[in-house]
């Protein structure tokens, strides 16, 4: 059964860089597309971005230029890193993994992990 | 960037009765690269559907899925207690991937 979990910080200052891990089980870490994907309190969904296992990443515009995700396969972690965060940055973050029976479609997600950003 | 608008913002229905939810994209999508999730209070998203109309593992047949182009839509033919929840449709075939804004379904 395969089983993310999110891992990190649950406060971050303004303007701070925000880290977070997830930590994969009962599956490989290699193939397949992995995301972070958080949820602002109250609101919807906010895809930041994905990596796919050969190492090409995809994020989100608005995001771009403050985001880096990477995939440690000796550790099976996938890594989430955001630059000069603001508090419209807290959320909830998950990281998800798709299935090779639904390519793409994130389907094993975290639990989420809340992020706040405040001094 | 693909901006889904889904419809209604809030349904409230009884349990038994049939649920329509829809997602409209700002320009045509891929068939092949759009789902819909249910997400529960303190819960993360559940896939539901994928490529607009194949259930995931484990899903019940009471929901389907349906569409094309710029039009989606997710049924619940017969709602169950457990069904109530918001809803999101999403694509994710061209970047960036998006997700529309939910749809609440909500006991009447």
């Known amino acids: 059964q395969v089983q993310l979990h999110e891992s990190g910080p649950g406060l971050v200052k303004p303007s701070e860089t925000l880290s977070l891990t997830c930590t994969v089980s009962g599956g490989s870490i290699s193939s397949y597309f992995w995301s972070w994907i958080r949820q602002s309190p109250g609101k919807g969904l906010e895809w930041i971005g994905h990596l796919y296992y050969t190492g090409n990443t995809d994020y989100n515009p608005s995001l771009r230029s403050r985001v880096t995700m990477s995939l440690d396969t000796s550790k099976t972690q996938f890594s989430l890193r955001l630059t000069s965060v603001t508090a419209a940055d807290t959320a909830v973050y998950y990281c998800?993994?798709?299935?090779?029976?639904?390519?793409?479609?994130?389907?094993?997600w975290g639990q989420g992990a809340l992020v706040t950003i405040s001094s | 960037e693909i901006v889904l608008t889904q419809s209604p913002g809030t349904l409230s229905l009884s349990p038994g009765e049939r649920a329509t939810l829809s997602c409209r994209a700002s320009q045509s999508v891929s068939s092949s690269y759009l789902a819909w999730y249910q997400q529960k209070p303190g819960q993360a998203p559940r896939l539901l559907i994928y490529?607009?109309?194949s259930r995931a593992t484990g899903i019940p047949d009471r929901f389907s899925g349906s569409g094309s182009g710029t039009d989606f839509t997710l049924t619940i033919s017969r709602l169950e207690p457990e069904d109530f929840a918001v809803y999101y449709c999403?694509?994710?075939?061209?970047?960036?991937?998006?997700f529309g804004q939910g749809t609440k379904v909500e006991i009447k």
């Open positions: 490529g607009t109309s």
């Open positions: 999403h694509h994710y075939g061209t970047s960036p991937w998006t």
């Open positions: 998800a993994r798709d299935d090779s029976r639904f390519p793409r479609a994130a389907t094993y």
